[in-house]
């Protein structure tokens, strides 16, 4: 979600109802939340001389590992804790507390989660109910806080709209999870690629340095490793044939939806053309259908534009992320098009909302939305907020 310029964003319309089969609900706002409780984990080996015992251990190693990584939260107000106990008279609260995940564990998931979406095409077909996730941007432990919420697979299914690094002091945990859940339960969660899954883009906003800083010497080699696994991601996703869903929005160049899946997406994101728009097109109240964008790449789209995207694609609602909105998600356009954002507090100094959609099988779209919570103000700043 980055950007070469900077703007307001403005306050999101009430919700109405969608027409034809897609409806609109807002679920309350959850400020008060429950942790689940986990169990304390301990190291252990995966080692075994049988093939058998070897598969069995691993994949129990593997289901403690995820439930560690979940029990972030309550790992870092543990620490916390015993830190101020230990000395009272020392703030802490400046201090980033990060999972030290080892490198070959990282190099596993990233080859195994490489293998995986290989396989995908770059529009998947999904259907509801689904829970769809916007920009999380190394935020890990409010990405926690929706899992505690919502639940996880596989009873829930999930649609993350990309983003998932640069900004928050996390993204290495962000990665883990989502690429160890994608591993686990590989028909129920679905990662898009956002405008950061791009090394271009996340040497400069804050990623390379979060590897660097934690792996040393190793942290290049770390970086290159979990790039090489995100330029693999899909592009876009259709739910139920009438939600349209990718990070960015629309291009004036795609003519049909299967002119997506002809696109070589194991590439740096170009400068131009139908990948670059998908993941870095703005929705914009303009005169013009298109017009050059303020971020210095790909375009903005009015509600003309939109029309005639709907219209040629047989679909009802695009939904998006990329932008900072202040309630956590924005229409557009009489709700034919809405942005999703998961990253409260984006960078601890705006003060935003976030949600995450949740479409049920009848196609009733709701929203589960988190308040800002007070946090430090993150190393790089924001340039990415928009007014649509």
């Not at 919420?149 to 649609?159: A, E, R």
């Not at 942290?219 to 899909?234: A, C, F, Q």
Request: one cysteine or more; a positive charge.
């Amino acid at each position: 979600m980055s950007s070469k310029s900077k703007s307001l964003s403005n306050k999101s319309s009430k919700s109405q109802t969608i027409p034809n089969t897609t409806r609109v609900t807002r679920r309350k706002s959850t400020s008060n939340i429950k942790t689940i409780p986990t169990p304390a984990l301990k190291k252990s080996s995966c080692s075994n001389t049988q093939s058998t015992q070897q598969s069995n251990q691993t994949f129990s190693c593997f289901d403690k590992f995820i439930k560690y990584l979940i029990s972030f939260n309550k790992l870092e107000e543990a620490t916390r804790a015993k830190l101020r106990k230990e000395n009272p008279k020392k703030n802490y609260s400046n201090n980033n507390y990060r999972i030290n995940i080892p490198i070959p564990i990282l190099e596993k998931i990233c080859l195994k989660t490489y293998k995986i979406l290989s396989d995908e095409p770059n529009l998947l077909r999904l259907t509801s109910p689904i829970h769809i996730f916007g920009d999380i941007h190394g935020q890990y432990c409010d990405l926690i806080r929706f899992l505690d919420i919502i639940g996880l697979p596989p009873n829930k299914q999930f649609l993350f709209l990309g983003d998932y690094v640069d900004r928050g002091d996390n993204s290495i945990e962000v990665i883990a999870l989502l690429f160890s859940l994608k591993i686990k339960y590989p028909k129920q969660v679905f990662l898009l690629r956002g405008n950061h899954e791009c090394s271009q883009v996340n040497d400069a906003y804050g990623f390379k340095d979060e590897c660097v800083e934690r792996y040393k010497d190793r942290g290049i080699h770390i970086w290159n490793e979990i790039n090489n696994t995100l330029r693999m991601l899909p592009i876009c996703a259709v739910i139920d044939n009438k939600i349209f869903c990718t990070h960015g929005g629309i291009s004036p160049h795609l003519e049909n939806l299967e002119q997506i899946n002809r696109i070589n997406r194991n590439v740096e994101i170009p400068d131009r053309g139908i990948l670059c728009d998908l993941t870095w097109a703005d929705p914009k109240r303009q005169r013009n259908k298109w017009a050059d964008s303020d971020r210095g790449i790909s375009y903005t789209f009015n509600e003309k534009a939109l029309d005639d995207f709907i219209k040629k694609m047989k679909i009802e609602l695009v939904v998006r992320a990329h932008q900072v909105v202040d309630d956590g998600f924005q229409f557009f356009h009489n709700q034919k098009m809405v942005t999703v954002f998961s990253a409260p507090n984006y960078c601890g100094e705006v003060g935003n909302h976030a949600s995450v959609m949740k479409v049920k099988s009848n196609l009733e779209c709701s929203f589960i939305t988190l308040k800002p919570v007070s946090k430090k103000i993150k190393k790089f700043k924001s340039f990415s907020l928009s007014k649509q």
